[in-house]
């Protein structure tokens, strides 16, 4: 695809993203402080998860998405590597995934934020956590604020994310302070010992975990997909990720660890477990305002990430749009801010729909827990052809200097890198099927989880088949 037609029809994307900005935009969109309070449930053996996570997917992750972009750092990212290495069906079925997947993402993460927001308000706002009424209010009133926001452009846009990525650091700040300041006076909520540190992978609940620690790994991706609108992205994407590889696991380790300090294992709850922490903590050390404090930053941290992905998967159907497998139309910029304006619209229109149907159809932590994992399934799709991708792109650039061989180890490090990607990947695809311990429905939980991602893949290749024309010519 030639440059002009790739920048579309209002004026072209803006190169507006340099390494500092890409490092604020991974920590804002993989740092979900809600993962602490997930990992923090299982225990101290979570923090030895967290560190076969970093190696078995976190670290191939990071070299595969470095050489990839190094052969194409085009707008698209990783649609553009499936659709090179197997084909333009195959490209559209990672880009579809990756996009629809977020469109479930969208309404769990807002969940999240408008229960850690009640905690500004004391005991006296918590009971809202379970009322449709005020999750569907405060959702969807952020939700178009942050489509509204990013219209206007990326410039702008990207302010959401870099304040939250700031928030993010503030509330690790918060809990390693309060978390040590309590240790010291009055000792660890949860006890630590070597025993209790090893993972017992006999049990289902430990391979659960795992899944979502994964999940809570995955994100590099995006920068690339944002290619377009990087300055120099050869050079920006890899500095940006390695410091922000380094940041991100040292948030979710130590930052898991220092909650289980603060709170029992058994008391912490998956949704709002960091503003629970906190608030706990300033009971401990006598400072009742820092609940408040923490509530409201992590309230930030949460909106930053939620404006990285919304700006960064909206450029997806925008790329497809400009291949005509989806309407042309999510392939416009606007006239005036260069953005694409329609993919976003769209994209919030369809996530308010399913945020109306995730609070009048169960109840609030069955919603998230089931949002959670239809996430997973569909986004863990685009990085099985992701990791596939890796070795056939190095074979089909051996001999031609297409892009940088960043994988060591030659052939064989691009295999293994390959094959722990890929394995961790399709574990966490499988197990995210499976319904969670004490499930009300388990039957029908697999149904909703697994008919509801089946049915949403069927819908993408209807449009493909639709749109796509026999005689047309590959896009380059």
């Given at each position: ?167 993010t650091a503030a509330v690790f700040m918060l809990l390693a302070v309060g978390g040590i300041w309590a240790w010291a006076e ?7 010992t070597l025993p209790s540190l090893v993972p017992n992978f006999g049990q289902f609940s430990t391979l659960t975990f795992f ?266």
């Open positions: 695809m030639t440059t002009e037609t790739r920048e579309g029809s209002g004026g072209g994307l803006q190169r507006t993203l340099g390494v500092t900005d890409l490092v604020f935009l991974y920590i804002a969109a993989i740092v979900g402080i809600r993962w602490l309070s997930t990992a923090a449930q299982m225990g101290p053996s979570s923090l030895v998860l967290w560190l076969f996570a970093v190696v078995i997917f976190f670290i191939p992750s990071g070299l595969a998405v470095m050489e990839l972009s190094s052969r194409d750092a085009g707008e698209g990212g990783i649609y553009l590597w499936a659709k090179a290495a197997f084909g333009e069906q195959h490209g559209f079925i990672v880009g579809w995934t990756y996009w629809i997947n977020n469109l479930f993402y969208f309404p769990g993460l807002l969940l999240f934020i408008a229960g850690a927001f009640l905690f500004l308000g004391g005991s006296e706002w918590l009971g809202l956590g379970e009322s449709a009424y005020y999750n569907a209010a405060f959702s969807l009133t952020l939700l178009w604020l942050i489509i509204g926001v990013n219209i206007i452009g990326l410039s702008r846009g990207k302010w959401i994310q870099n304040v939250g990525a700031m928030a009055h000792g660890s909520a949860t006890e630590f899944a979502t620690m994964t999940f809570a790994f995955a994100g590099l991706e995006l920068g690339p997909v944002l290619g377009g609108e990087i300055k120099n992205p050869g050079r920006s994407l890899p500095r940006a990720m390695l410091i922000s590889g380094l940041i991100i696991a040292t948030i979710y380790i130590l930052g898991t660890g220092l909650l289980m300090v603060a709170v029992p294992q058994g008391e912490i709850n998956i949704i709002t477990g960091i503003p629970q922490a906190l608030a706990a903590i300033g009971d401990r050390i006598a400072m009742p305002g820092l609940a408040i404090a923490g509530a409201l930053l992590v309230v930030m941290s949460s909106i930053g990430g939620l404006g990285a992905w919304f700006s960064g998967v909206s450029r997806i159907p925008y790329v497809i749009g400009i291949d005509r497998y989806l309407p042309a139309a999510l392939g416009r910029t606007h006239p005036k801010w260069g953005t694409p304006h329609i993919a976003l619209i769209t994209q919030g229109v369809v996530v308010t729909l399913l945020m109306i149907a995730a609070v009048t159809e169960s109840t609030i932590e069955e919603a998230y827990i089931m949002l959670l994992d239809m996430t997973i399934i569909l986004y863990f799709i685009p990085f099985l052809y992701m990791f596939a991708a890796l070795p056939a792109l190095r074979k089909k650039a051996a001999g031609n200097n297409a892009g940088v061989s960043l994988v060591p180890g030659g052939n064989a490090g691009v295999w293994l890198c390959s094959g722990l990607g890929f394995s961790a990947t399709l574990l966490s695809v499988v197990l995210a099927m499976l319904p969670p311990a004490g499930s009300s429905d388990p039957q029908m939980f697999v149904l909703k989880v697994g008919g509801g991602c089946l049915l949403f893949i069927v819908v993408g290749l209807i449009f493909y088949y639709r749109n796509r024309s026999p005689g047309r010519a590959p896009t380059k």
